[in-house]
């Protein structure tokens, strides 16, 4: 199946550093990928939705300065986190969708970042 | 807005036996897409199966496989002879047709008794 990696893993940051986090498709190309935010216990949330080379679309109440999305290739998908607050801290998950027939993407899942913000 | 339900937040099953994990979803769409996703512990979300809304035959996949009824919109997954690896939170998921957006419902637990 497809595989989507995603790094790092956890980080730990001071509050009003910034953290960028990497998404990658490994093994197909992903004209779309998605970001999600899962709090503890919670289902995931969208945050945002990113086209290769065109802006990232936001969900209502994402601050798209705060969460600066790129997708500068077709493998390839940054989060960036700025100025960090420890409210920022949550588990970041990164979806790529694959074409399937049809037009019907399947979104497969990157592993997670945890992130922690002091 | 779409929205998915799934009324069990949590599921327990016997070893060897068999589940079935409930998911309603609303929508007034008429092409849409349906998954189940699994996530462990380790939080990785893994795909378990998939239905486009315009076929009528119900997905398989191995062990699980879903009852899908388009008009009652409902979306029930069926893991026979559960086995421990089973043990997860499973998500239902929609996907319009027509956008990219997914819709997750808020999740069951399933716990698998040796």
């Known amino acids: 199946g497809a595989v989507v990696s995603q790094h790092p893993s956890w980080v730990i940051c001071k509050s009003g550093t910034s953290v960028k986090i990497e998404c990658r498709s490994l093994?197909?190309?992903?004209?779309?990928m998605f970001w999600y935010r899962q709090f503890p216990k919670q289902s995931l949330m969208l945050m945002a939705t990113s086209n290769e080379g065109s802006k990232a679309t936001y969900e209502q109440g994402v601050e798209k300065d705060k969460f600066l999305i790129n997708h500068a290739s077709l493998t390839l998908s940054t989060l960036t986190v700025t100025s960090a607050h420890p409210e920022d801290s949550s588990f970041y998950i990164c979806?790529?969708?694959?074409?399937?027939?049809?037009?019907?993407?399947?979104?497969?899942f990157g592993p997670g970042t945890r992130l922690l913000v002091l | 807005a779409q929205t998915v339900t799934q009324s069990q937040p949590e599921m327990s099953v016997q070893e060897a036996e068999t589940v079935t994990l409930s998911c309603t979803y609303d929508t007034s769409e008429s092409d849409y897409y349906l998954f189940w996703y699994k996530q462990p512990p380790s939080r990785q979300m893994i795909l378990v199966i998939r239905q486009e809304a315009y076929k009528q035959q119900n997905a398989t996949e191995n062990r699980f496989s879903v009852n899908f009824q388009k008009a009652a919109k409902s979306f029930s997954l069926k893991i026979s002879d559960s086995q421990l690896g089973d043990a997860a939170m499973y998500f239902c998921a929609y996907r319009s047709a027509y956008n990219n957006d997914m819709r997750f419902g808020a999740g069951t637990r399933l716990t698998v008794k040796p």
């Open positions: 979806s790529a969708a694959e074409p399937h027939h049809r037009g019907g993407e399947t979104q497969y």
């Open positions: 093994d197909f190309q992903a004209t779309t």
